[in-house]
Every structure is written in structure tokens, then in C-alpha cells.
């Protein structure tokens, strides 16, 4: 079992498999060159499947690839079979931005693959293009389908900007009720990588918009999920992740890995440590003690829960799948 300095049983680890993306949203990463990062600075399939071993024998249930953009990587589908065949009952999952999964749909399933996260921040061409800087919403929608066609199961995840898609949010909501799809939106994160005028909604903002069409019950938080839920009269539930807040830190149990092997215990937090020298020397002791040594010292709460909220992190999302 994975234990934290606090007592945190963390079973959930993160693993983003590129830093690429072909999107260039404006909260994430709009003025990064569309570039190639070397491949020999990136851990192999195999060396992070070794990692990945390790902790799954400590005890983690649950593996979610990220990037970047995940599917920009070649043969993902090698790499999630690789993991499946490890251990069967593992909950694995895929973040993704929706673009290239109406061709991957299929194998992603077949290779074991059993959710999947999709961002769908607007339902207008013109929105979504505004965004991602490149016309990208009747793919993003052909990929959905696709995905809900081969039978994984679907979560939508929407980032509500101030002046750009804060009109949609019922609309999204309508959109995934329809469909039966779960939508977490999430408040925005301060960084600074994001575009200098980019403005997110608060929880309650984003409650009040929806207060408009729909009558809804906080839920009790159950489990180290960081969504509050909500639910509808009709039972459908939606839910708000509020970084701005601090109340799920208490059960965090998640771990990141990057594309390049650092190793990070906290998303906000740049503490971190590289596992990749001691992978690829296939040194798994070091590797374990690595890991052990990055949980004892994970952070009890993240700094976006300050009281005054002026810091900004410097972390790049791009490299950890947020």
C-alpha cells in the first residue's frame, strides 16, 4: 500500500505519455510553438510500463494516460494493452481532447481501455475555434460518438471562460444530460503558460448560471474524487472541480508521471523527482524508493486555496495532463 506523509492511501496515478498537443487553448498553452520534443528525452512505452509495475504492486487501482494530447502519441493502444494485460480489473482511463478518437475509439477498447475524459468547452464552431485556435468542434463531436459507440464510458469535462463559452454551460449540460454523459466543469487555473487575458468562473458563478434553468442539491463528497457534485431534480448529477478550494486535498490519492519520468506529488506544487535514470538502468528498488520518498513529502493542501489567490502557478498542464 502507497502511503502519504498524512496518511493518504494513494491508489491513482496520472501518466502523460506526450507534452504535445494540437490544440492551443487559450487556459492552457496558446503561445507554444507547435514543436517536437526529442524522442530521446522521453521515457519508452516499455520504461514507463516498468514504472507502472511498480505501482501497481505497491498497490495502485487506477492508471489515467494524459498528456499533451495522448492520442498524438504512435501505438497508445500497445501501451494501454500492455497495462491491461498486467492486471485485468485495473481502472484505466484516457484524458483526451476528442480530435483524433473518432479514428482510436475502437482500438483504444479493444486494447483494454475502459473510460474516457473528453474537453468540450462550447458546442458553437466559432467558440470552439476561438479556444483551441484551430477549427476543431465537429471532430471533437465525431469523436464522442465514436467512443460511445464502441461502448467505453464517457465524461465531459468543460473549462467556463469569462466572455467566451460562459453563455454555453446549460447548453453543454443539456448536450451531456441528453446523452447521458456525466460534465464536471472546472474552474479555471491560474499559470503561466495561459493566455494573459483569460478569465475563469468561480463555482458559485458557474452555479448561478445554472440556478437559471435548473433546480439542483449539493451533494456529500464520498470518496477522494476532486468533483463537488450536484444534482438535478431529475437525478441527473453534474459536478464543479474547484481548485480555488482545498476540502478535497484531504483525500487526495493521486500521483503524476511525466513523459520525461518526473515524478510529481502535487499538481500545483513544483516539488518533484525524476524516476527516469533509475528506470532505464532497470534499477526498480531505486525506482520504488523514489516513489516512496516523493509521497512522504506530497503536500497536505495546494496553493491555489490561499486566502488572497494572487499566485500563479508556473506549472506547465501541457507536460502533466492537469
Not at 16 to 29: A, D, G, H, I, K
Not at 66 to 86: C, D, H, K
Not at 235 to 257: Q, S, W
Request: aromatic content about 8%; glycine content about 6%; charged content about 30%.
Amino acid at each position: 500500500m502507497l502511503v502519504d506523509g498524512f496518511g493518504r492511501k494513494v491508489d491513482y496515478l496520472r501518466v502523460s505519455v506526450t507534452e504535445r498537443c494540437n490544440f492551443r487553448c487559450q487556459y492552457c498553452m496558446p503561445e507554444k510553438p507547435f514543436s517536437w520534443v526529442p524522442k530521446e528525452e522521453l521515457l519508452s512505452y516499455e520504461d514507463l510500463f516498468e514504472f507502472i509495475k511498480v505501482g501497481i504492486d505497491e498497490g495502485i487501482k487506477k492508471v489515467r494516460i494524459t498528456g499533451g494530447e495522448p492520442l498524438l502519441r504512435e501505438g497508445l493502444e500497445n501501451f494501454i494493452q500492455m497495462i491491461a494485460s498486467y492486471k485485468e480489473d485495473i481502472d484505466l482511463a484516457l484524458t483526451t481532447n476528442g480530435f483524433l478518437l473518432d479514428q482510436a475509439a475502437q482500438k483504444l477498447k479493444d486494447a483494454g481501455l475502459k473510460r474516457i475524459n473528453v474537453s468540450l468547452d462550447s458546442l458553437k464552431d466559432e467558440v470552439a475555434a476561438k479556444i483551441a485556435q484551430k477549427n476543431v468542434l465537429k471532430k471533437v463531436l465525431k469523436g464522442i460518438e465514436a467512443a460511445d459507440k464502441v461502448g467505453l464510458k464517457i465524461k465531459i469535462n468543460c473549462v467556463p471562460m469569462k466572455g467566451i463559452n460562459d453563455d454555453e454551460l446549460v447548453d453543454i449540460l443539456n448536450f451531456c444530460k441528453e446523452k447521458g454523459y456525466p460534465v464536471r466543469y472546472i474552474e479555471y487555473m491560474e499559470n503561466s503558460h495561459a493566455k494573459d487575458t483569460a478569465k475563469g468562473l468561480t463555482s458559485e458563478e458557474i452555479q448561478e448560471i445554472i440556478k437559471k434553468s435548473y433546480n439542483f442539491k449539493k451533494q456529500e463528497r464520498t470518496g477522494p474524487s476532486p468533483s463537488q457534485d450536484y444534482k438535478l431534480d431529475d437525478g441527473y448529477v453534474f459536478g464543479i472541480i474547484e481548485p480555488h478550494k482545498d476540502d478535497f486535498c484531504a483525500t487526495c490519492n493521486r500521483i503524476r508521471l511525466t513523459a520525461s519520468g518526473v515524478l510529481i506529488p502535487c499538481l500545483y506544487f513544483e516539488d518533484a523527482q525524476s524516476i527516469k535514470e533509475a528506470i532505464q538502468a532497470k534499477d526498480i528498488k531505486k525506482a520504488a524508493a523514489i516513489l516512496k520518498d516523493v509521497l512522504a513529502n506530497k503536500p497536505e493542501k495546494n496553493k491555489w486555496s490561499t486566502e488572497d489567490n494572487s499566485e500563479t502557478s508556473t506549472r506547465a498542464f501541457y507536460e502533466t495532463g492537469g
